[in-house]
């Protein structure tokens, strides 16, 4: 009898997508995770710190209170009426609930909403985008998602038609990127980011991989931006940005702007730009550039991962897409509607004379000022360690150091059959207890070994894990040094 | 210029194939209504809050504890919360990894599985592992992911039932493969026969297709039939002859309104036929917190749970899960209390059991209400609401309807529902966006609207209904099965 779905018969884009974020090493630790719940004090360290994902809230960052307010009494209404509630909650997140619940039909946040998102809390992030960028947004733009992951999904099953349709992706990326394209059968046409300058944007490598793909048949569609950078970190310049979407603009390329970390940037010399406000202040409007710009809940300040909350703003594009758009969304119904009004949270919090905008700020502030600090610490700890360069977090919340394994390192590894920095970081695991994602998962310079590590333990957690780590790469560089 | 990569022309031919009539032509056309003032009477989608449903009263309290957990701090929340809410927050949130805002395990907090799976055996009496079951943003996006892993390209047929809900073709289509059809007997109560679904096998054989799954919905969807034991026996007996992975959408098994064919689910029915059914048949099987008595689909959470498929495929399914990070945390709370409910003793009990009741009690008096009120149609006759959230109407439309439909360029029952809408407001979805025979016509309304407002709208039917057919009828009769 045959056997329908077993390895050898499902979809074999299935088979081909990978996603390390989740991947072999994190399966490892949470087997490693339970053996130290069995058996405490049977490994060299007494819990599993895991720095493999994006994750701030499960390494105990706190949710920012007003928002959370907000969204209890969106759950439960019936205490908007009760005399208690003065006590326990602010006056600003009272009045917030009850103007978003106006907002929404029936006040019924149990009902599918409209498609694209509820109406009311598209205006309110049209106006955040329009107070971020000066250039005003439209809310039809605007597709609220669970999360930005589900948007990115749904341009991909756009764009591609078959594995002839191509996107542009850095390398290193957010593999997500090469996961969505593996599973929706298109091609990844790689660009590279530039190590030695701080992983800078090149636009005349964009040119040559685009001239690359065409020759072998590959119609280009988009070009993937991650900005700030996922895994790399790096906040592109303003002129860097303006060359990238003439470049865009001039090859008709659709421009896929992930800016999901747009408020995690961490040095004063860079700033956030959308992608959005650049193209309209060079003076190019919907007829002169396809762009979708993705925004999560997930990261920033509020890092409310959870919930899955999150939009693409899809600007230049025509109404018979519009309405493919719009299908695909509807298919899906809508997305859960706590997450939406996160969104319109996060894209129009308190402001200054608001009853919370000073415990926010001091909130909001607190959490930027310590991921600097911790971006910071990181980064001089690997760097101070044999054979690692690192550089520099601008943004976002990663470190990805370069690691010059030995020789006699990278030997061992491939007789076990096994990619040298996934071998360097199991190995660190076995040791350390921390998690770490080899840099094969986001792609890098063949011959190039990386790994990334978030910046999201506790500050007071951070100096074991450099004490650690220190130790570790000291005693595998005496194991394998040539 | 260079073409420009969101051009029409240039975009995926399967999304331009999916077609979802659910939120398509008529509910564009009510809402552009809506805007122009008319008052419209949404029943184009099951979404029981949106038409004056109240949500349970103990989970909203629950969930909104663990939202902001420093209200459990404060001294003063025992006046605003019962104290099994209280504890029930603690509960749930002791299970996270860092609260509401912290990413899941991709397949779902574990605590909240192994409670899905505890509410399984006591469901069906068999032990349910709670590693393959997987929570998820609803139970489309189970569905979604399911006929992802197994349709590899065209020559891939999914066994679906005509009429069926369309999630099942829209994500055939989106994903590549063929809808093989099975027609569901309207004057048989909408039962399947099982030569029929042999008969499709091999005709969809002879154009080169292999059928890989057979899709259930149970009770159905639109056309609410609660199925029998037996007919979940042979249903099960074919697709372990056929090779097929049975899909079992069992999303609205908490509605059921007559009592001669209680729900029983396609896991309870296979164990129950012992070896080597209940060994190797590959079974999905699909449930929500959007419908039953809760009718929370703002929530977006949903489950699927794998019997007999391969560790390595589950690997694959876990793996594609992984991409997507995990489910919304809020979500798989409701989930958890929905599978977990309260027992007699807890201070909410009480209001929770009066609560559920209310609304499965009002579901059955609307479903008789509803379906009496259309055979009291002229050339309208329908099937029992037997279960889920519709009624199913057939509209005999008389030839001259037919063609003054044509004329206007439009699908005979859509243009019956456009000229329904347009005169009482109702907002419906046509027939045709959920598959029937040939030349027949029906239209899928929901049985949501509140009690009291439905006579008035079986009335504002009746008149708008009976004029049409007095408009277009003539000597000639009219179409028929």
Not at chain 2, 179 to 187: G, N, S
Request: proline share 6%; with cysteine.
């Amino acid at each position: 009898m045959p056997n329908p779905v077993s390895v050898q018969s499902i979809n074999p884009k299935v088979l081909k997508c990978e996603y390390a974020v989740r991947g072999e090493i994190v399966i490892l630790a949470q087997r490693l995770q339970e053996e130290l719940k069995a058996k405490p004090g049977s490994l060299p360290f007494d819990e599993i710190l895991y720095c493999n994902i994006g994750n701030p809230q499960s390494l105990g960052q706190l949710p920012i209170t007003f928002f959370r307010e907000v969204l209890a009494l969106c759950d439960h209404p019936a205490i908007l009426d009760k005399a208690e509630a003065q006590g326990l909650f602010s006056a600003d997140s009272i009045k917030r609930a009850w103007q978003i619940l106006d907002q929404i039909p029936g006040r019924a946040t149990g009902a599918y909403s409209h498609s694209q998102g509820i109406k009311g809390l598209r205006d309110t992030i049209a106006a955040g985008i329009e107070a971020r960028d000066g250039f005003p947004a439209n809310p039809n733009d605007l597709f609220l998602t669970d999360g930005a992951s589900p948007a990115v999904h749904m341009m991909m099953q756009l764009l591609i038609g078959s594995e002839k349709d191509g996107l542009l992706c850095p390398i290193p990326q957010y593999p997500l990127y090469s996961a969505s394209i593996a599973l929706h059968g298109g091609s990844l046409v790689p660009y590279y980011l530039d190590e030695e300058t701080g992983w800078g944007l090149e636009v005349s490598e964009l040119k040559k991989q685009l001239k690359e793909a065409r020759s072998k048949g590959i119609t280009v569609k988009a070009l993937v931006v991650i900005n700030p950078g996922n895994p790399t970190g790096q906040v592109l310049a303003e002129e860097n940005q303006r060359a990238i979407v003439e470049f865009c603009k001039q090859e008709g390329l659709v421009l896929l702007a992930d800016e999901v970390y747009q408020e995690n940037v961490y040095v004063p010399e860079k700033k956030f730009h959308s992608f959005k406000k650049v193209a309209r202040s060079m003076g190019y409007g919907d007829n002169d550039l396809c762009l979708v710009s993705f925004q999560s809940v997930s990261k920033g300040y509020h890092g409310e991962c959870g919930k899955r909350g999150g939009y693409m703003e899809v600007t230049g594009f025509s109404p018979e897409v519009r309405e493919q758009i719009y299908k695909l969304a509807s298919v899906n119904l809508c997305s859960n509607i706590s997450g939406q009004i996160l969104a319109s949270l996060v894209m129009s919090p308190p402001k200054v004379g608001d009853e919370s905008y000073e415990s926010y700020s001091a909130e909001k502030d607190g959490i930027l000022k310590s991921l600097a600090r911790r971006a910071k610490t990181l980064e001089d700890a690997f760097k101070s360690l044999e054979g690692i360069t690192c550089n520099k977090a601008e943004g976002a919340m990663y470190l990805f150091p370069r690691i010059k394994l030995p020789e006699k390192a990278i030997k061992t590894a491939e007789a076990a059959k096994t990619a040298p920095d996934l071998f360097y970081c199991r190995r660190l695991l076995n040791a350390t207890g921390v998690v770490v994602v080899p840099g094969s998962g986001f792609g890098q310079v063949p011959g190039t070994w990386h790994f990334r590590c978030t910046i999201l333990p506790q500050e007071d957690k951070i100096p074991a894990i450099v004490s650690r780590l220190t130790a570790f790469h000291k005693s595998f560089m005496d194991e394998y040094r040539n | 210029m260079a073409p420009k990569g969101l051009d029409y022309e240039h975009l995926n031919e399967n999304v331009k194939k999916v077609q979802y009539a659910v939120r398509g032509e008529l509910y564009l056309r009510a809402s552009e209504l809506q805007k122009e003032g008319k008052k419209i009477i949404f029943t184009n989608v099951g979404n029981p809050h949106a038409l004056g449903q109240k949500p349970l009263t103990f989970p909203r309290q629950v969930v909104a504890l663990c939202q902001a957990p420093f209200l459990l701090d404060d001294p003063n929340v025992g006046l605003m919360f019962p104290a099994d809410a209280i504890a029930r927050a603690k509960h749930y949130l002791s299970l996270t990894s860092g609260g509401l805002g912290a990413y899941s395990d991709s397949r779902g907090i574990p605590g909240v599985r192994k409670e899905v799976a505890e509410f399984l055996l006591r469901r069906d009496g068999y032990p349910s592992d709670p590693e393959l079951i997987f929570l998820t943003d609803g139970a489309s996006k189970g569905v979604m992911q399911i006929l992802n892993t197994i349709i590899r390209g065209p020559n891939d047929g999914i066994l679906v039932p005509v009429p069926q809900y369309p999630l099942y073709s829209a994500a055939i289509s989106l994903f590549g493969g063929t809808l093989v059809p099975y027609y569901l007997e309207e004057t048989a109560n909408w039962g399947l026969d099982v030569n029929d679904l042999r008969n499709a096998v091999s005709q969809a054989q002879f154009k080169g297709i292999t059928v890989r799954a057979m899709v259930i919905i149970n009770p159905g969807n639109p056309t609410g039939q609660c199925l029998s034991e037996a007919n979940l026996s042979e249903i099960l007996r074919f697709c372990y002859q056929e090779g097929l992975v049975l899909l079992g959408d069992e999303v609205y098994q908490q509605n059921i309104y007559q009592d001669e064919r209680p729900f029983i689910s396609s896991k309870k029915v296979l164990m129950d036929m012992g070896p080597p059914y209940s060994k190797e048949v590959q079974l999905v099987s699909f449930h929500t917190v959007s419908k039953g008595y809760w009718g929370e689909c703002g929530q977006r959470g949903g489950y699927f749970e794998m019997t007999n498929i391969p560790p390595k495929s589950v690997d694959e399914i876990y793996k594609v899960a992984s991409i997507a990070l995990s489910p919304n945390v809020p979500a798989q709370i409701f989930m958890g209390l929905m599978v977990n409910p309260l027992k007699p003793g807890d201070v909410s009990y009480e209001q929770f059991i009066r609560e559920s009741k209310g609304i499965l009690e009002s579901l059955r008096k609307r479903a008789r209400i509803m379906t009496d009120g259309f055979n009291s149609c002229r050339n309208v006759v329908c099937n029992f609401t037997e279960g889920a959230m519709y009624s199913f109407p057939q509209i005999r439309l008389p030839p001259k309807a037919i063609e003054a439909a044509k004329s206007a360029g439009k699908v005979p029952d859509v243009f019956y529902c456009l000229k329904l809408l347009e005169a009482t407001g109702i907002s419906t979805v046509p027939g045709s966006g959920f598959g029937q025979k040939e030349g027949v016509f029906h239209l899928r309304t929901t049985i949501l609207p509140a009690e009291e407002d439905m006579p008035a709208i079986m009335e504002s039917f009746k008149k708008f209904n009976d004029g049409f057919m007095k408009q277009y009828e003539d000597t000639r009769g009219y179409s028929r099965m």
